[in-house]
């Protein structure tokens, strides 16, 4: 079992950064790709992020690419969400996700049902 804690959202004007954390309980942290996910009022939610088990494989969205950046401290169990020059549209609750099954060879890390644990979720709110 992991459980995983979201912290680091709130309210923003619109050019600026924030950093999400998520820590994660258990051992074998190391052994778990992770990922970050995004909802925003009356959408889906939508792939933002993933990291491989070391951290040398990194995936982004498309709509995120060149601006958020995705890490891990595998000693700390916490993976990390940069965010610079946010956007109103980046608004969302924002999720983090553990699997613990690696990124090799795989797009599928950006489906929700790839993913098997979820936290509950930190707002991030971009004001124009």
């Known amino acids: 079992q992991v459980q995983l804690v979201e912290s680091g959202g709130g309210l923003v004007q619109a050019g600026g950064s924030l950093r999400l954390s998520c820590a994660a309980s258990?051992?074998?942290?190391?052994?778990?790709?992770m990922g970050w996910f995004r909802q925003a009022p009356g959408k889906e939610r939508e792939f933002v992020a993933a990291i491989g088990w070391s951290g040398s494989r990194t995936y982004y969205a498309d709509s995120v690419k060149g601006r958020f950046t995705i890490s891990r401290d595998n000693a700390k169990n916490t993976v990390y969400l940069q965010m610079n020059s946010l956007k109103p549209e980046d608004t969302a609750v924002y999720y983090c996700?553990?699997?613990?099954?690696?990124?090799?060879?795989?797009?599928?890390?950006?489906?929700?049902?790839?993913?098997?644990?979820w936290g509950q979720g930190t707002q991030v709110t971009v004001s124009s």
């Open positions: 996700a553990a699997d613990s099954r690696d990124l090799w060879g795989t797009s599928s890390y950006v489906r929700q049902n790839y993913w098997t644990y």
């Open positions: 258990g051992r074998t942290f190391s052994s778990y790709a």
